[in-house]
T-cell receptor, first 111, second 113 residues
Framework: GIQVEQSPPDLILQEGANSTLRCNFSDSVNNLQWFHQNPWGQLINLFYIPSGTKQNGRLSATTVATERYSLLYISSSQTTDSGVYFCAVGGSGGGADGLTFGKGTHLIIQP | DTEVTQTPKHLVMGMTNKKSLKCEQHMGHRAMYWYKQKAKKPPELMFVYSYEKLSINESVPSRFSPECPNSSLLNLHLHALQPEDSALYLC????????????FGEGSRLTVL
């Protein structure tokens, strides 16, 4: 199946800093999503972005499907941004295999 | 309304108990999913229903039994579980099978004693 690698695995930043999270995938995809998992376990949708660029407030994302990677940018970090960020992809090979998750980036924003 | 509702939020059960997890969505989605997530790990797919038919069973043990009574509801029946089955169980839905944006419920945190 498709492989998903996220980097860095852990990131500790001061409030106000900017960060870039990366997601590499091993095959062509027709679905790519970024999620933020809060401390209570809920997966919050950030972006549905199989290709192109999107922005939502302090967050933006870019997927370059031809080069098999996606980036999530967080600007002016706040402590509430802490948590685990997951990239999840669905292959375009026609298989019914749901979304495959990367291992996540654990982000800690310190005040 | 982009909402998937799961009940119960917390469940503690013994190894001989029978319990069920429930999931509901009213977004008109035709695909629904069960994922299992252990601590500090990503979610892993267990079951997928498309148009109320089971599409994928990722070799999950038979002590987990899914059910899709209609296009809005998804259940996960639990029987004779093991302590290692303790995890966060997440329900999700999407417009079609592996198509469109996937939305997750808040999860049911299961502890097996």
């Amino acid at each position: 199946g498709i492989q998903v690698e996220q980097s860095p695995p852990d990131l500790i930043l001061q409030e106000g800093a900017n960060s870039t999270l990366r997601c590499n995938f091993s095959d062509s995809v027709n679905n790519l999503q970024w999620f933020h998992q809060n401390p209570w376990g809920q997966l919050i949708n950030l972006f549905y972005i199989p290709s192109g660029t999107k922005q939502n407030g302090r967050l933006s994302a870019t997927t370059v499907a031809t080069e098999r990677y996606s980036l999530l940018y967080i600007s002016s970090s706040q402590t509430t941004d802490s948590g685990v960020y997951f990239c999840a992809v669905g292959g375009s090979g026609g298989g019914a295999d749901g979304l495959t998750f990367g291992k996540g980036t654990h982000l800690i924003i310190q005040p | 309304d982009t909402e998937v509702t799961q009940t119960p939020k917390h469940l503690v059960m013994g190894m001989t108990n029978k319990k069920s997890l429930k999931c509901e969505q009213h977004m008109g989605h035709r695909a629904m999913y069960w994922y299992k997530q252990k601590a500090k790990k990503p979610p892993e797919l267990m079951f997928v229903y498309s148009y109320e038919k089971l599409s994928i069973n990722e070799s999950v043990p038979s002590r987990f039994s899914p059910e899709c009574p209609n296009s809005s509801l998804l259940n996960l029946h639990l029987h004779a579980l093991q302590p290692e089955d303790s995890a966060l169980y997440l329900c999700a839905s999407s417009p079609g099978l592996n198509t469109g944006e996937l939305f997750f419920g808040e999860g049911s945190r299961l502890t097996v004693l």
